[in-house]
């Protein structure tokens, strides 16, 4: 385990310097598609968009696969699957990493996201999830061996769900608070993991492949942003949105 602190920046700019092509979550976007009321419009007509990226500079040793031991006509590639826990590029980017502003109010009629968890070929997809309580948990099964859905906050059961087959199953998020953890595991396949983290925000992103994150609409004001990481740890730092001018935000692990 890394020993860390965190550095930050804070940049306004006028052009947006992340590049979002992948895997971001974007929570107003998602929310429209899924027919959720957005901010109320005054809010939205002032927002401001933070971008950003979340890294580790210095070389970071290559994961190494970790081998499927059970069931390999079904799981994991070439009896092998992703170790998903520290996925950080040559040029220390960090994916993966939960980002959500902190202090950002939930308006009354804000109706919670569907958050989905899928699992296939004995992988747990995707294997980071930020989600506000009270949202719905999507969980599915697309492979043909038994797993189980069995995520722990703390040391406490959440649920224990068996999915002998390919299914579909829908749980309520209402007996997390925000700053939660859930770690979900499989009691057939011991490398199957998968983290959800709880906020009380309508901002929330997880970085893709170059670190980059992306929350739109933020109504002007003071905040805290925060950073999770399954193996890094916590950042987090205070930032103050102006009306209609985007901010950028790097944030940084340091080794020590
Ligand atoms: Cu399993």
């Not at 599915?140 to 906050?153: L, Q, W």
């Amino acid at each position: 385990m890394f020993r860390l602190a965190f550095l930050f920046l804070v940049l306004p700019v006028g052009v947006p310097a992340v590049s979002a092509r992948k895997a971001i979550s974007y929570p107003n976007q998602a929310l429209a598609a899924a027919g959720v009321q957005a901010p109320p419009e005054g809010a939205v007509r002032r927002g401001a968009t933070i971008r950003g990226r979340v890294s580790l500079p210095g070389e970071t040793p290559k994961a190494t696969p970790i081998q499927v031991t059970k069931d390999h006509e079904h799981c994991g590639d070439g009896h092998q699957v992703q170790d998903e826990s520290r996925l950080i590029s040559a040029r220390g980017a960090v994916e993966n990493a939960v980002v959500y502003l902190e202090g950002a109010a939930v308006p009354p009629s804000w109706n919670p996201p569907r958050v989905e968890l899928g699992m296939k070929k004995c992988v747990f997809v995707p294997h980071v999830l930020v989600a506000p309580r009270g949202s719905s948990l999507v969980l599915f099964s697309e492979d043909a061996v038994f797993h189980t859905i069995h995520p722990y906050v703390g040391r406490r059961t959440y649920f224990n769900i068996g999915f002998p087959k390919s299914a579909r199953v829908v749980r309520q998020l209402d007996r997390v608070k925000a700053g939660d953890v859930m770690k979900f595991l499989c009691d057939e396949h011991a490398w199957m993991t998968a983290y959800l983290v709880v906020v009380d925000s309508p901002f929330f992103a997880v970085t893709d492949a170059g670190g980059g994150f992306v929350l739109r609409d933020v109504p002007p004001g003071p905040y805290r942003l925060r950073v999770w990481h399954e193996t890094l740890g916590e950042l987090s730092q205070p930032v103050t949105v102006e009306a209609k001018r985007p901010l950028e935000v790097n944030l940084t692990f340091v080794r020590r």
